[in-house]
């Protein structure tokens, strides 16, 4: 408990401070960088291969010609680089700030070549042969901009995160992982129905979101969902920073957001914790316990087809 709040303190004083917030994201970036370029792939990443091809295999959400939209693409663009392994698409990489690594990206692809193995129940041979032969593309490209060239990627940054630049139904599937949950909870409707308005009827949207507390991570003391104790004026002075801002939008407030902005929900994965010994805040005891107890979810949504015309008598 100690440590989460001197965690707590310290992003909260970072934060206050626009250089020093630079600062702090630039050395954890820097260090995560080294880890990736040279350290051992995380199983979740196959995982996340695995999970978007079986989802591309049942419900057709990633195909050939299709065109992507990865918001909050990161450091690797795993999820449009991974999906262009397999599917001959083009993808606008999107994201607020650059912290692109090019070292890290090649590392994993370079293991990712070697599991392939892994995944030829879920894909023909002639997708898992262009894996192989478009990672080798990946592996001997110079710099990112030879990748985006090679790839039929764009990269955009847009410190205001907004999606206005993009015309209407444009995209086939928007993608994110770990990204909506550090959208401000005030924008996050208003974001949400921007990329259904860049979607193409029958088009598709693929979100999985971190709901758990992200402090948490810094003491393995503190319970997953901590945040749920604190009321709102008190987060504020505690938790919420603009280092590792998070909304604390819960499951069935994404799922609200998400139908209310015209979508389908096609299929969903969570996980969950127990919630005994937690005293929770007002806001939160109003809310299905059940649904509280989620830490990640991952929810795939459609987007209504075009009516068809009436055709005349």
Same mark, same amino acid.
């Given at each position: 408990?100690?440590?989460?709040?001197? *965690?707590? $303190?310290?992003?909260?004083?970072?934060?206050?401070?626009?250089?020093? #917030?630079?600062?702090?994201?630039?050395?954890?970036?820097?260090?995560?960088?080294?880890?990736?370029?040279?350290?051992?792939?995380?199983?979740?990443?196959?995982?996340?291969?695995?999970?978007?091809?079986?989802?591309?295999?049942?419900?057709?959400?990633?195909?050939?010609?299709?065109?992507?939209?990865?918001?909050?693409?990161?450091?690797?663009?795993?999820?449009?680089?991974?999906?262009?392994?397999?599917?001959?698409?083009?993808?606008?990489?999107?994201?607020?700030?650059?912290?692109?690594?090019? %070292?890290?990206?090649?590392?994993?692809?370079?293991?990712? #070549?070697?599991? =392939?193995?892994?995944?030829?129940?879920?894909?023909?041979?002639?997708?898992?042969?262009?894996?192989?032969?478009?990672?080798?593309?990946?592996?001997?490209?110079?710099?990112?901009?030879?990748?985006?060239?090679?790839?039929?990627?764009?990269?955009?940054?847009?410190?205001?995160?907004?999606?206005?630049?993009?015309?209407?139904?444009?995209?086939?599937? *928007?993608?994110?992982?770990?990204?909506?949950?550090?959208?401000?909870?005030?924008?996050?409707?208003?974001? $949400?129905?921007?990329?259904?308005?860049? =979607?193409?009827?029958?088009?598709?949207?693929?979100?999985?979101?971190?709901?758990?507390?992200?402090?948490?991570?810094?003491?393995?003391?503190?319970?997953?969902?901590?945040?749920?104790?604190?009321?709102?004026?008190?987060?504020?002075?505690?938790?919420?920073?603009? $280092?590792?801002?998070?909304?604390?939008?819960?499951?069935?407030?994404?799922?609200?957001?998400?139908?209310?902005?015209?979508?389908?929900?096609?299929?969903?994965?969570?996980?969950?914790?127990?919630?005994?010994?937690?005293? %929770?805040?007002?806001?939160?005891?109003?809310?299905?316990?059940?649904? =509280?107890?989620?830490?990640?979810?991952?929810?795939? %949504?459609?987007?209504?087809?075009?009516?068809?015309?009436?055709?005349?008598?």
């Amino acid at each position: 408990m100690r440590r989460y709040l001197a *965690v707590a $303190v310290g992003l909260k004083a970072f934060s206050s401070c626009g250089p020093m #917030r630079r600062a702090y994201r630039a050395l954890g970036n820097q260090r995560g960088g080294r880890e990736r370029a040279c350290g051992r792939m995380p199983d979740y990443y196959l995982e996340r291969v695995k999970e978007m091809l079986q989802l591309a295999r049942t419900y057709g959400m990633a195909k050939d010609g299709g065109r992507v939209l990865e918001l909050g693409t990161g450091w690797l663009h795993w999820e449009a680089v991974t999906m262009r392994l397999f599917f001959d698409v083009e993808a606008v990489l999107f994201d607020v700030w650059d912290n692109r690594q090019l %070292l890290g990206m090649k590392n994993y692809l370079q293991q990712l #070549r070697a599991r =392939l193995p892994e995944v030829k129940d879920v894909v023909s041979p002639s997708q898992l042969a262009r894996a192989y032969d478009q990672i080798d593309v990946a592996l001997g490209v110079a710099g990112f901009e030879e990748l985006y060239r090679r790839f039929g990627f764009q990269y955009v940054i847009d410190g205001s995160g907004s999606l206005d630049q993009f015309p209407a139904e444009s995209f086939d599937l *928007v993608v994110s992982r770990g990204v909506l949950e550090h959208v401000g909870r005030d924008i996050a409707s208003s974001l $949400v129905e921007n990329s259904v308005r860049i =979607l193409r009827p029958g088009g598709w949207a693929l979100h999985s979101i971190n709901i758990e507390d992200h402090l948490a991570n810094y003491d393995s003391t503190v319970h997953r969902k901590f945040y749920l104790e604190f009321p709102e004026w008190l987060w504020k002075i505690i938790g919420q920073n603009e $280092v590792q801002y998070i909304n604390r939008l819960q499951r069935a407030e994404w799922v609200n957001i998400f139908l209310l902005s015209g979508l389908e929900l096609a299929d969903e994965r969570g996980a969950k914790v127990d919630l005994n010994g937690l005293k %929770l805040a007002a806001r939160y005891r109003q809310m299905d316990r059940e649904d =509280l107890q989620h830490t990640f979810v991952r929810l795939l %949504l459609k987007k209504q087809e075009a009516k068809a015309l009436a055709k005349p008598q």
